[in-house]
């Protein structure tokens, strides 16, 4: 404390005394401000200042290259019309319900796995430390690392299913990947398997924040395993979940790359998430309106879905 | 509008772009073919060009399809940093010259005499507004069969001259054990299969009709129906690992003898070149049953930028060696693919190269040379991957009829008009 209140003593009178030290600390003081304005400005532009002109694009028709004449709310309308469009399925109609299907078992198995491998992992085990990198591994590996690997071991020809008839299991049938109603299955399954690890580690971190004499307290009490973990470490890790989740959020709605990697966008296009939709539609088919109006509905859903969750769980914390 | 962005992109970005101002002496070239053959290919144009003193700056962006290419190429045009030329694919020169960012090779076209050896379905592609804007380097031609000999030997098959003929083959081989037909199971493989089953069931003149003028009574007419039952009836011959397969893995299947046969554009015939199969002896390429005499191509082209008067002499250069018929022959013969022009000699030319020559000739005097639909030469990329995706969708079973197909079709190219 003394230390303190001396430097503050000490510094004062210099202010006053040489104005050019006056400058030199003035300068200080913005210095973080300064260092930081390129990447805030970087930010502004490239981040924000893009959301808004994609905004813009979408109310155009532009096709190959960006139009900016404003001609209506064309592109949504079709959007809208794909909405409804489930048999034959159209290619909206496909990414929104695989997006649905995708994000739901994506970051639901890659929690409930996580929390169970971090558990188990905590029980003081021998080789803690050869076993944890072991499933944290996968999260170092690019999603089209993933993808590939995962296509040759799930393809019928080449990976498991092949293997097991060469071993005389010949009645063994898997071929998800190949099956229109299956295949966004097989990208649940990459995906579980890349980031479940890394949400293992997360939930061992906040298990090993946990105070052990909440624990002996309430093992005093008499509560079994079960009730200590349901009634007390689940509760306690709620900011984990929310990290987690958020993460995993984000990983869900960027999946772009798996699913190419994974399956090429599938049989008949039946893999597809809105950022393949949105991708294809962009660049491939020169249809820049319609590309835009998906990704600011993409924008908007996420939005939707992580701005309540953020509003529920931070107002909590002044408690 | 376009343009106004572009010229003050241009402007604002004027550091950069004095910056790239590349060498005179220089050709910038984008394009995507960098796999063995035809990175080989296109050496013998870069030979050429050094040889009248021009050098040669790669821009190579690698992915099959240029999709990739693509990209790079519209940032690059909105930086208002023009490379000579890119390797583009139809309708994207057309759109590229729309925006007016293409150069004016007419000059050259007279003197070389491309408006009488450049077939005149290319032209509609090379030529916007009556001005040259892109050199055409090769014609592909997508209604083929590639066939392992000595499977077709086994099975003592012939050449199938009808449709009928050639399911009764994909029996034979079916019979026999052997995976009659290889697919990928990809939109655009099934869609490029379709083209030719469309030419096969209703003729020329239904092809043009349906799949060029995208004729809407042609598109939902009952010959269009029986096209997507004839395609049905193909799914039923390949193996039931075929969906996602890439194309060139289904040309291994034909090569190995796995397979009996492929639909597949020309550029099939470099994957025979590369395991050491010589056309007639080791396979067999025949025009698709019932499309002999039309030719449905797509077509590779160097798109001419409007680049800064002192580099257009390279770029004259670079266009007048890249069609000319000494390149167009070794380029072809590398590429597997025929040469843009009619009056090249077919002399270096394997048998199926012979037979691509000759047919291309025939149906560009006789009015049956065709875009492909599948391959971006029939409509515009957006009209194209709707059409790939119904077919797609069709042959993976989201569509589960063929007069659900035809409704769909004509769906779905009225809403990407």
Not at chain 2, 74 to 102: I, R
Not at chain 2, 207 to 214: H, I, P, Q
Not at chain 2, 310 to 322: C, F, M
Not at chain 2, 388 to 404: A, L, N, P, R, Y
Request: charged share 20%; hydrophobic share 45%.
């Amino acid at each position: 404390m003394s230390t303190v209140a001396e430097t503050q003593i000490k510094l004062t009178p210099e202010h006053d005394a040489r104005p050019g030290a006056s400058v030199r600390s003035r300068l200080q003081d913005l210095l973080p401000k300064i260092v930081l304005a390129p990447s805030f400005a970087a930010t502004i532009v490239f981040v924000y200042g893009f959301i808004l002109w994609t905004i813009y694009l979408s109310f155009t028709n532009s096709k190959t290259f960006p139009s900016y004449d404003i001609t209506g709310a064309r592109a949504y309308q079709r959007l809208w019309r794909w909405t409804f469009e489930s048999d034959p399925p159209s290619s909206w109609y496909t990414s929104i319900t695989n997006m649905g299907i995708f994000g739901f078992l994506y970051i639901a198995i890659c929690l409930a796995l996580g929390l169970f491998l971090a558990i188990l992992l905590d029980q003081k085990i021998r080789g803690e430390g050869v076993l944890r990198p072991i499933y944290l591994y996968p999260m170092a590996l690019s999603f089209i690392v993933t993808g590939v690997a995962w296509k040759w071991f799930l393809d019928p020809g080449l990976g498991l299913e092949q293997t097991l008839h060469q071993w005389g299991w010949t009645s063994f049938h898997f071929d998800w990947i190949k099956n229109k109603d299956f295949v966004i299955y097989t990208v649940v399954i990459a995906g579980v398997w890349q980031a479940s690890g890394f949400i293992m580690a997360m939930f061992l971190a906040g298990l090993r924040g946990i105070d052990g004499e909440i624990m002996k307290a309430a093992q005093i009490d008499g509560a079994s395993t079960f009730q200590l973990y349901r009634r007390i470490v689940i509760p306690l890790l709620r900011p984990v979940f929310l990290s987690a989740f958020i993460v995993l959020a984000h990983l869900a709605i960027k999946s772009y790359d798996l699913v190419v990697a994974l399956t090429s966008g599938g049989p008949g296009g039946s893999a597809w998430l809105p950022s393949n939709f949105m991708y294809e539609f962009t660049f491939k088919r020169n249809e820049m309106a319609v590309g835009s109006a998906s990704a600011v509905i993409m924008l908007m859903t996420l939005t939707a879905i992580i701005v309540p969750y953020l509003y529920s769980e931070l107002r909590e914390k002044p408690r | 509008m376009l343009r106004k962005l572009l010229i003050g992109t241009a402007l604002a970005t004027s550091f950069a772009f004095s910056a790239h101002a590349a060498d005179v002496k220089e050709v910038q070239m984008l394009h995507w073919w960098t796999s063995g053959g035809e990175a080989a290919a296109l050496n013998v144009l870069k030979q050429d060009l050094a040889k009248e003193g021009y050098a040669w700056k790669d821009v190579p962006v690698a992915g099959g399809g240029g999709d990739a290419a693509m990209t790079a190429l519209k940032a690059m045009v909105a930086a208002g940093n023009y490379p000579t030329a890119s390797q583009m694919l139809g309708y994207t020169v057309l759109d590229y010259a729309a925006a007016g960012v293409m150069g004016d090779l007419t000059e050259t076209a007279k003197k070389e005499g491309w408006d009488k050896s450049v077939p005149a379905a290319l032209q509609k592609f090379s030529v916007y507004d009556g001005k040259w804007v892109a050199a055409p380097v090769n014609v592909h031609s997508v209604n083929w069969l590639w066939i392992n000999k000595a499977v077709m030997d086994k099975i003592g098959g012939t050449e199938p001259k009808t449709f009928d003929d050639f399911v009764a083959l994909l029996d034979k081989a079916k019979a026999a054990g052997v995976t009659p037909l290889a697919l990928g199971g990809q939109n655009w493989q099934e869609a490029t299969m379709f083209d030719s089953v469309v030419l096969s069931t209703g003729g020329p003149e239904f092809y043009k009709k349906a799949m060029n003028d995208l004729d809407e009574a042609s598109l939902k007419s009952d010959t269009m129906k029986k096209s997507f039952d004839n395609l049905a009836k193909l799914v039923t011959y390949v193996d039931p690992n075929f969906s996602g397969r890439d194309w060139n893995l289904a040309t291994a299947m034909v090569i190995k003898g796995d397979a009996l046969v492929q639909v597949m554009g020309d550029w099939a015939k470099g994957e025979f070149h590369a395991a050491n199969k010589t056309p007639g002896t080791d396979f067999l390429c025949y025009r698709f049953p019932g499309t002999d005499g039309s030719v449905i191509y797509n077509s590779d082209m160097f798109g001419m930028f409007n680049v800064p008067d002192d580099r257009k002499a390279a770029q004259v250069a670079l266009a007048t060696a890249t069609l000319s018929k000494s390149f167009q022959s070794a380029f072809n013969v590398v590429k597997g693919s025929v040469p843009a022009r009619t009056d090249v000699p077919d002399t270096d030319f394997d048998a199926c190269g012979k037979k691509g020559i000759a047919d291309l000739k025939k149906a560009n005097e006789g009015g049956t040379l065709f875009g492909s639909l599948a391959q971006g030469y029939g409509a515009p990329p957006a009209v194209a991957n709707a059409y790939k995706d119904v077919v797609s969708k069709f042959v993976h079973g989201q569509i589960k009829t063929s007069d659900e197909a035809v409704t769909e079709l004509v769906k779905a190219i009225d809403d990407a008009k």
